[in-house]
């Protein structure tokens, strides 16, 4: 891993600790690694984070994918204010309670807008959820 990547890593999970007592932490995110420009959280889904039927609830995906895409949008503009102005998401197979893992990457970027895209796994890699998301520099 390059010095740089390493600076990220570390200032990536300084952001985690400091955001525990947001949506972040409200939620149960974990910062789980940056690798070739790919983020990757995680979250132990529990019954609190499932709809009635016994799924993950689509909120809660939704969620997960807006902060993945929202974390690679500032890392690509770290001096800079990044907010979510679209959000695409699109629900391809039911995840249930355990380990989700999400990643996400920048797919273009211009001067004030940002555009990524994520997916929500389960522990075995199949598919439950992806999106795309587009940021607006302010």
């Not at 932490?25 to 132990?44: M, P, Q, R, S, Y």
Request: aromatic share 6%; hydrophobic share 45%.
């Amino acid at each position: 891993m390059d010095d740089g990547n390493e600076r990220i890593i570390r200032k990536l999970q300084q952001l985690a600790a400091a955001a525990e007592p947001t949506f972040w932490g409200f939620l149960g995110c974990e910062f789980v690694d940056l690798k070739d420009g790919v983020i990757t959280i995680a979250l132990d889904a529990k019954p609190h984070h499932l709809n009635p039927i016994g799924m993950v609830h689509g909120g809660v995906t939704s969620s997960l994918l807006d902060t993945a895409m929202g974390i690679i949008a500032m890392i690509a503009r770290p001096e800079e204010k990044v907010v979510t102005t679209n959000l695409n998401v699109h629900f391809v197979t039911p995840l249930y309670a355990g380990r989700l893992l999400v990643t996400a990457e920048l797919v273009h970027q211009s001067r004030k807008m940002i555009t990524a895209q994520g997916r929500v796994e389960d522990s075995e890699g199949k598919l439950g959820t992806m999106g795309t998301g587009s940021f607006r520099v302010i």
